[in-house]
């Protein structure tokens, strides 16, 4: 079953609403994987409720062999990120990798992981890797976007990273009928926003045939 983002009519709600995040999973890299997971090392590891997006970019942090290494040195400002977001750096638990307990995403979790999708829908890029997840980040208001900014790494400067890396790595090839998936969630707004019109002349035209003349 689908998750949905939830998102506030400030924020161009059906471009990120309508887009799955767990269906999508399958799409993630292993290496994009490996930050979720780490997210949720981070959240277990501070006794927190949710995984919010500080918890994921602490979780990027982990990668230091991830794709955009070369784009943005996450790896070298593991301590800066975390203190500018006021992620404690000492566990709030005891054994926080020895505790077995489902930790849901958060609302800014979910909208992370919603525009992660939007992010790679717009590169063509089936694949959803670790600088889809950090350009996420960066496309809407919260701390750890406001980190990210303080430490000189801006939404523009990671997408112009992202393709100059995309031209000498390549990503892998998408699995049978991935394009034909990805193609269809690029175009989700635009059909909701057809649906939408439709259903509107719909009433339009029952409006006028039940009206008396």
């Given amino acids: 079953m689908a998750t949905f983002a939830t998102v506030a009519f400030d924020q161009r709600p059906l471009r990120v609403y309508f887009a799955p995040v767990l269906p999508t ?26 995984i919010t997006p500080e918890h994921i970019l602490a979780g990027l942090t982990w990668e230091s062999e991830s794709t955009f290494a070369g784009i943005a040195p996450l790896n070298d400002l593991t301590i ?9 750096r000492l566990p709030t638990t005891s054994f926080p990798y020895l505790r077995d307990r489902e930790i849901a995403l958060n609302d800014g979790g979910k909208m992370s992981l919603a525009y992660a999708v939007e992010e790679a829908n717009r590169d063509w890029q089936y694949w959803i890797d670790c600088e889809h997840l950090l350009r996420g980040l960066l496309r809407f208001a ?5 980190a990210l900014e303080q430490a000189g790494i801006s939404l523009g400067s990671v997408r ?17 009928w991935g394009y034909l998936k990805l193609g269809m969630n690029r175009s ?10 439709g259903l509107f002349l719909t009433f339009l035209i029952l409006v006028r045939l039940i009206a008396p003349s």
């Fill in 25 to 50: 999973f399958e799409r993630y890299t292993d290496k994009a994987k490996r930050a979720i997971y780490f997210a949720r090392n981070e959240a277990n590891h501070r006794d927190a409720e949710s």
């Fill in 80 to 88: 800066t990120l975390r203190v500018q977001m006021g992620l404690p």
């Fill in 142 to 146: 919260n701390p750890a976007k406001g």
């Fill in 160 to 176: 112009s990273g992202s393709r100059l890396h995309s031209r000498s790595h390549p990503s892998r090839p998408a699995p049978k």
């Fill in 188 to 197: 989700r707004p635009v059909l909701v926003w057809l649906a939408f019109l």
